[in-house]
Nanobody, 113 residues
C-alpha cells in the first residue's frame, strides 16, 4: 500500500512564494515518478509538471514554478514564486509506483490580497 500526502499549502499575497511538498510512503522501492497537478474552482484538473524516477524534471509554468526531489527527506517539492490570483487552486500530487497511480487528497493554495 502506498500513501501520498501533500503539505505546505496556505494563503499568500500576490507576488509571494510557497513551497509544496509531496511525500509518498509505503511499499516503494527506489524513487517513484511524481507529478504535480492543480484544480481551480470550476475547472479541470491540469498538469503542472513532474519529475521522473531518474529525477529528470519538466515544468509547465516555466519561470515561476520549479519541481525538485529532496532525496534526504524523500519528498518532491513544488516551489512556486510570483504567485498570481489565477494560481488559486487545490494542488495535488500523483505518484506512480509499479505502474499504479496514487493520489494525495490535495492542499489548498489561495493567492489573495
Amino acid at each position: 500500500q502506498v500513501r501520498v500526502v501533500e503539505s505546505g499549502g496556505g494563503m499568500v499575497q500576490p507576488g509571494g512564494s510557497l513551497r509544496l511538498s509531496c511525500t509518498a510512503s509505503g511499499s516503494i522501492f527506489g524513487f517513484p515518478a511524481v507529478g504535480w497537478y492543480r484544480q481551480a474552482p470550476g475547472k479541470e484538473r491540469e498538469l503542472i509538471g513532474g519529475i521522473g524516477s531518474d529525477s529528470s524534471s519538466k515544468e509547465i509554468v516555466k519561470g515561476r514554478f520549479t519541481i525538485s526531489r529532496d532525496v534526504d527527506k524523500n519528498t518532491v517539492n513544488l516551489q512556486m514564486s510570483k504567485l498570481e490570483p489565477g494560481d488559486t487552486a487545490v494542488y495535488y500530487c500523483r505518484a506512480i509506483v509499479s505502474g499504479v497511480d496514487y493520489w494525495g487528497e490535495g492542499t489548498q493554495v489561495t493567492v489573495s490580497s
